[in-house]
């Protein structure tokens, strides 16, 4: 059975940085798109940035490429998102999903599509 495990979430300030970790456990996902979804209080989940089985990216946002980076290990069946100049507005529970086809579709939505999910990282943004 798939599992996967978020975890590199925490308390941080205005402008700061995290690192945010997908691990993956259960089968490989080397031909896996790995994509980052974030769901804020009161308000639907939505996809940030996902990354094909080929080392192609998609961002959800412009201004989530600016200040976000995913990147994945396929010998540690991990993959990363690095967040930086956090904002109070990224305060949300970030999520890790895996499907196995391209992500491009999911990440511009709430990603209902992803066939496995974590049970997520809590990230706050505050002073």
């Known amino acids: 059975q798939p599992h996967i495990v978020e975890s590199g979430g925490g308390l941080v300030q205005p402008g700061g940085s995290l690192r945010l970790s997908c691990a993956v456990s259960?089968?490989?996902?080397?031909?896996?798109?790995i994509g980052w979804f974030r769901q804020a209080p009161g308000k639907e989940r939505e996809g940030v940035s996902c990354?094909?089985?080929?080392?192609?990216?998609?961002n959800a946002a412009d201004s989530v490429k600016a200040r976000f980076t995913i990147s994945r290990d396929y010998a540690k069946n991990t993959a990363y998102l690095q967040m930086n100049g956090l904002e109070p507005e990224d305060t949300a529970v970030y999520y890790c999903?895996?499907?196995?086809?391209?992500?491009?579709?999911?990440?511009?939505?709430?990603?209902?599509?992803?066939?496995?999910w974590g049970k997520g990282t809590l990230v706050t943004v505050s002073s």
């Open positions: 990354i094909g089985s080929r080392g192609d990216i998609t």
């Open positions: 999903a895996v499907v196995r086809a391209n992500c491009w579709y999911e990440i511009k939505s709430s990603g209902d599509g992803m066939d496995y």
């Open positions: 259960g089968f490989t996902v080397d031909h896996f798109s």
